[in-house]
């Protein structure tokens, strides 16, 4: 995903867990101002100066930050060693700086998707289904094919899953990756 220099704060997209550990590669380069000699690479500020006004003013400004929902920020840098989640919700991503209008350039970041990153998603999608399934059993809705069955069984009258979402098989919830909980 692109980085824009010029935003304060880009939605990834991503749902992380308080707790979880998430991996970052990141690379590029972002001009901090109108001097050309003000550059910044993930780790932040060439120069090794600081912006009082960033949202973390200790970390070297236009560094690569992250914050989850509307949490307090972090530093994400160029490290590649996973990074503990602070809170539950979507991850945001930006550039440690106060100005970002006179900024310039981007930075490419790889969050993996493989990851439990889309837990959160699941358990919402398996929140909703198990409502679905019991407003069929009430009779109020119809069963949908199952994509994740080999015979493609309609599975929400027995396990309130509906297509996409997790899967109950054997007493184990099974995700359409394969992962089994």
């Not at 690569?64 to 994400?76: C, D, K, Q």
């Not at 094919?145 to 309609?154: I, S």
């Amino acid at each position: 995903m692109v980085v824009r220099a010029t935003q304060t704060w880009t939605r990834t997209g991503v749902y992380v867990r308080q707790g979880q550990m998430v991996s970052f590669r990141s690379s590029g380069e972002v001009l901090l101002s109108r001097d050309e000699g003000d550059v910044a690479r993930p780790a932040g500020s060439v120069s090794g100066r600081y912006d009082s006004a960033a949202p973390l003013p200790n970390v070297l400004a236009g560094a690569l930050v992250g914050r989850v929902g509307n949490s307090a920020p972090f530093g994400i840098g160029d490290q590649s060693q996973p990074l503990r989640m602070p809170a539950s919700g979507e991850l945001w991503l930006g550039v440690n700086d106060g100005q970002p209008r006179d900024n310039g350039g981007q930075f490419e970041v790889q969050v993996p998707r493989r990851s439990p990153a889309t837990s959160v998603a699941v358990d919402r999608a398996s929140r909703a289904a198990a409502s679905v399934g019991r407003n069929h059993e009430a009779g109020m809705s119809r069963p949908r094919a199952c994509t994740v069955c080999p015979r493609r069984r309609r599975c929400c009258r027995v396990s309130g899953t509906i297509e996409g979402s997790a899967h109950r098989s054997g007493g184990l919830i099974t995700w359409p990756t394969g992962r089994t909980r």
